[in-house]
């Protein structure tokens, strides 16, 4: 890739005071994070940029602040509605002159925008690829005379990525309409190959090449193994309460079913996917983002845009289809910068039915026999990157910073479930793989994961009586379990290559060489038991907490979302969580004390000072 490649560890450049100065006064920081300084100087010199930063790292800002020091109108490409709404909001709440431009405005709506546009009043324009290039607002742009477009969520123009949008591909117009402006390209999501992809289409010029560390400190992974969705789920929720949380499905009928017995539970949970109403979806985003819900179930295979940053749990229940994937999805939580868990419950079972979907889509898709042939190699590859991360019983900070090309320096993260010493390893693994494997000797090699295991299990089945399975000698070798617990096993075995799967629409267990191996006890065996109340704290989450006072920033919690209400606007958007801590933490008596909070500008100090204070005081403040 052309350019120059910049890392975390780069010695930064001076502040440029005219940066500072917006910096302070509008977000109220008093410091750039690792990479933004680059991203900045690189918008305001006119050069193109790809910037690759870890969701929660800062990219926004990085298209947010060149417009104020340079007094330019920018424009910003986002793919999802939800998104440009939700910064949109979150910069009219510091006095930030934006507007998005999108299909839920009525006729006069964009039509006000376009005068704002015109008159040079805005900084910020957000809109969508297709409404960028289908409507003629590239030509009031030239009008105006655009000289710099933020393209986010970049990977979306990449055949390699892992969610390309044929739409997309249509920027690479921007270049020739607009051969003066600068292009940069945004995303947290992007291994080499794809990197060189998003250069590539957008025919960037020499850009400045920002990638940071994929790494989240503040995440806690964790990986366990499914046995009872629900229960798991109810469980893993319990450690949440009050807290924003979302919780992936695989389908879009698991996801209803799965909210419903949630709030059946007391949980203020709510459903989302692609085949609900608009209006019920947007519904369910508005309350999200407003903490009148605490839990959004949704489908993995459907971008939600929920910008919330205070999201202090994402639970996968079933196999995302890529680590790319898994990356973006997980980098909901957390994104204020303070700890939350990620959890992963895994079973093998999720690789195949992805398989068969990625198999049918290719079907059902009108491409050439090469294109198809390529489009499944790749999705299966992702897939199974995915499938080899929540298998091993390693690092998952390490793992993943790996996976994305970067090296992982410490030994020991201490915020996922193999460091923090969760796993724990099934007693005899070595004769329970022993049954296993010989009870699918036993029965053939014709037959799929649940009869093998309802065998073993000493089940009494129409299936197992016709076939006389209930007189072999592995009937009840493993009566003591349950059903998902004997297949969750199976599984297992089945991921460490030590039994396979026939291909087809109606797969079936068979045997291999290392099958027979492990039954001449040649090859010993390692199999995790499902844990239950094993979890525990991550040291960010101690730290984070360390000084809060916690009855006042459940005040601090309860006054900004009745602000939220008053304006109809998203609770995050007036504060975040990590300067409500700070506050809690600091306890300022003044407003100049206040002013020197993280992340509380003049504007917030205008607003809600005298508020935040009587809060502090004690009093109820005046509404």
């Known amino acids: 890739m052309p350019g120059q490649a910049a890392s975390e560890t780069a010695t930064p450049s001076p502040l440029d005071p005219r940066i500072a100065e917006v910096l302070a006064s509008w977000w109220g920081f008093d410091r750039l994070r690792p990479l933004q300084r680059e991203a900045i100087h690189a918008a305001l010199d006119g050069r193109d940029s790809l910037v690759v930063m870890p969701t929660g790292g800062g990219k926004s800002l990085c298209y947010q602040l060149p417009p104020l020091v340079g007094q330019t109108t920018d424009v910003v490409i986002s793919p999802l509605v939800a998104l440009m709404k939700d910064q949109v909001d979150a910069l009219e709440a510091i006095g930030y002159p934006a507007a998005a431009i999108h299909s839920g405005l009525s006729q006069e709506e964009r039509q006000s925008i376009r005068q704002r546009l015109a008159a040079g009043e805005l900084r910020l324009l957000f809109t969508a690829p297709e409404r960028l290039v289908n409507t003629g607002l590239l030509d009031l742009l030239a009008q105006v005379g655009v000289r710099r477009f933020s393209i986010d969520e970049a990977h979306c123009i990449s055949q390699w990525g892992h969610d390309f949008r044929p739409e997309y591909r249509q920027l690479s117009l921007l270049r020739d309409r607009f051969p003066s402006a600068s292009l940069h390209a945004f995303t947290a999501t992007a291994t080499p190959r794809v990197r060189d992809d998003i250069s590539s289409q957008l025919h960037l010029q020499d850009p400045e090449v920002l990638v940071g560390i994929f790494d989240r400190p503040n995440l806690c992974y964790r990986v366990v193994p499914r046995t009872d969705r629900t229960r798991q789920t109810l469980e893993i929720l319990g450690r949440h309460k009050g807290e924003a949380s979302i919780v992936y499905c695989i389908s879009r009928k698991e996801t209803e079913r799965l909210a419903a017995r949630l709030a059946a539970e007391g949980i203020l949970a709510r459903p989302y996917h692609a085949g609900l109403d608009t209006r019920e979806r947007h519904k369910t985003q508005e309350a999200f983002a407003r903490e009148t819900i605490d839990v959004v179930v949704a489908t993995v295979a459907f971008g939600m845009g929920i910008d919330r940053s205070n999201v202090r749990l994402v639970l996968h229940t079933s196999l995302p289809k890529s680590l790319e994937a898994y990356q973006q999805e997980t980098g909901r939580a957390g994104r204020d910068g303070l700890a939350a868990e990620c959890v992963l419950l895994y079973s093998s079972a999720d690789v195949f039915s992805w398989e068969s979907l990625v198999r049918k889509s290719a079907d059902e898709a009108e491409l050439e026999p090469e294109e198809m042939a390529r489009l499944v190699a790749s999705q299966t590859e992702h897939l199974h990157g995915m499938r080899r991360y929540a298998q091993a019983a390693r690092c998952r900070h390490a793992a993943l910073s790996e996976y994305f090309g970067q ?33 699918v000797a036993r029965v053939g090699e014709r037959f799929g994961v649940r009869h093998v295991c309802e065998v073993l299990r000493g089940a009494t089945t129409d299936g197992i009586s016709r076939h006389g399975h209930d007189r072999l000698s592995t009937f009840g070798l493993l009566k003591t379990l349950d059903q998902r617990a004997a297949e969750n096993l199976t599984h297992q075995l089945l991921d460490q290559g030590l039994l396979e799967r026939s291909s087809g629409e109606r797969p079936v267990v068979v045997l291999n060489a290392r ?16 844990r239950v109340g094993k979890t525990k704290t991550a040291k960010a989450d101690v730290d984070d907490w360390q000084g809060v006072d916690r009855d006042l920033f459940e ?65 109820e403040p005046a509404e």
């Open 555 to 619: 005040r601090l919690r309860t006054w900004r979302r009745r602000v939220a209400d008053s304006r109809s606007k998203p609770a995050w958007t007036i504060f975040d969580d990590k300067a409500l801590r700070a506050i809690a933490r600091e306890k300022p008596a003044s407003p100049a004390a206040l002013l020197r909070v993280k992340g509380i500008g003049e504007k917030r100090l205008a607003d809600f000072g005298v508020a935040i204070l009587d809060l502090v005081a004690g009093r």
């Open 407 to 439: 090296a992982y320096g410490t030994e020991s993260c201490g915020a996922c479930d193999v460091c923090l010493g969760e796993t724990e390893s099934l007693p005899d693994a070595t004769v329970t793989a022993q049954k296993i494997i010989s009870c």
């Open 515 to 530: 099958s027979w191996e492990v039954l001449r006890g040649e090859r010993p065996v390692v199999l995790l038991e499902p």
